[in-house]
């Protein structure tokens, strides 16, 4: 159950956009987004034009999410609507048919998670993703999700490449199997709680 499509589409919208935790998305959350990734990015340090650059992507993605969205045009995302857009925006579709706000969040979270700029996301890089997300007591299942999440061509490197990411990204919005590895791409889902009753 938690690795269903349904849960998986909670989570992102729970833990990833709603960062005020209200129970539906609206600018205000990309916009703290923005800061936020400024911030990650520079471990701490703060830069204006990052700052900018992050702002145009998170706005950009919010007034794309908004025209796909928003049915009701209230400036509010339900959890249901969101699920709507991305039935329709997303199951079946990969990354490169993604629409180009959301793919452009996609590559900036990779460079969030990529902490030392190697162009891989490695184990602790991973580790320390899924803690900074949400709660989680057992570090063994934080690994054993990213060895499920890993193919053999991941192993050898080390960890995900940008294009690996983008690949089970796309898998984790648009493919409704509970078995493939993409599931695991932002933890062990099973451990938390992703509904918002």
Request: proline share 3%.
């Amino acid at each position: 159950m938690a690795y269903s499509w349904d849960s998986r589409i909670n989570f992102v919208v729970k833990y990833l956009y709603d960062v005020d935790c209200n129970g539906y998305l609206d600018e205000r959350d990309f916009a703290c987004l923005a800061l936020r990734a400024t911030i990650v990015e520079g471990k701490g340090e703060f830069s204006f034009s990052r700052l900018q650059e992050h702002q145009h992507i998170m706005l950009n993605l919010w007034e794309e999410m908004a025209e796909l969205a928003d049915f009701n045009k209230d400036g509010k995302i339900t959890v249901e609507e969101f699920k709507r857009a991305v039935q329709q925006c997303c199951v079946g579709r990969s990354y490169e048919d993604f629409p180009q706000a959301m793919k452009m969040f996609i590559d900036s979270n990779f460079k969030m998670v990529d902490m030392n700029d190697d162009g891989i996301i490695a184990a602790d890089e991973y580790r320390y993703n899924c803690v900074t997300k949400f709660a989680i007591d057992d570090i063994e299942a934080v690994d054993e999700a990213f060895d499920n999440l890993l193919s053999d061509d991941d192993r050898r490197r080390g960890g995900l490449t940008l294009s690996r990411y983008q690949e089970l990204y796309a898998q984790f919005l648009g493919n409704p199997d509970e078995e493939c590895p993409a599931v695991y791409l932002f933890g062990p889902l099973s451990d938390i709680p992703i509904n918002y009753e």
